[in-house]
């Protein structure tokens, strides 16, 4: 089992920066694809960001492609999400997740992943 917890969020104006963490309390996250999910306001959970396993490929949704980038810690048991240029249609609770199983292919697949935390808030205004 992996406790996910995530931290960062706030409200920030339009062409502005945020930066949200995960952090894995209870297990590492080496060998687990990590990534992030957002769900807008009245909207469906969609997908945002994702590394695989090997942490050697990023996957992006189009709408963040560009403007937002994953990276990982292994050694501090961490993903954090850099959001940059933010709009206010990227207002969304913001979930990280974690999956010893997903493969490549499956990133931007929310039922392939394990472990999710309790999201965190973000929201841009105009």
């Known amino acids: 089992q992996v406790q996910l917890v995530e931290s960062g969020g706030g409200s920030v104006q339009a062409g502005g920066s945020l930066r949200v963490s995960c952090a894995a309390s209870?297990?590492?996250?080496?060998?687990?694809?990590v990534g992030w999910f957002r769900r807008p306001p009245g909207k469906e959970r969609e997908f945002g960001a994702a590394?695989?396993?090997?942490?050697?490929?990023?996957v992006y949704g189009g709408s963040v492609k560009g403007r937002f980038a994953i990276s990982r810690d292994n050694g501090k048991n961490t993903v954090t999400l850099q959001m940059n240029s933010l709009k206010p249609e990227d207002t969304a609770v913001y979930y990280c997740?974690?999956?010893?199983?997903?493969?490549?292919?499956?990133?931007?697949?929310?039922?392939?992943?394990?472990?999710w935390g309790q999201g965190t808030q973000v929201t841009v205004s105009s």
């Open positions: 209870t297990r590492s996250l080496s060998g687990h694809a």
């Open positions: 997740t974690a999956g010893r199983r997903v493969i490549t292919s499956s990133l931007t697949n929310f039922e392939q992943y394990d472990f």
């Open positions: 590394l695989s396993r090997s942490g050697s490929g990023a």
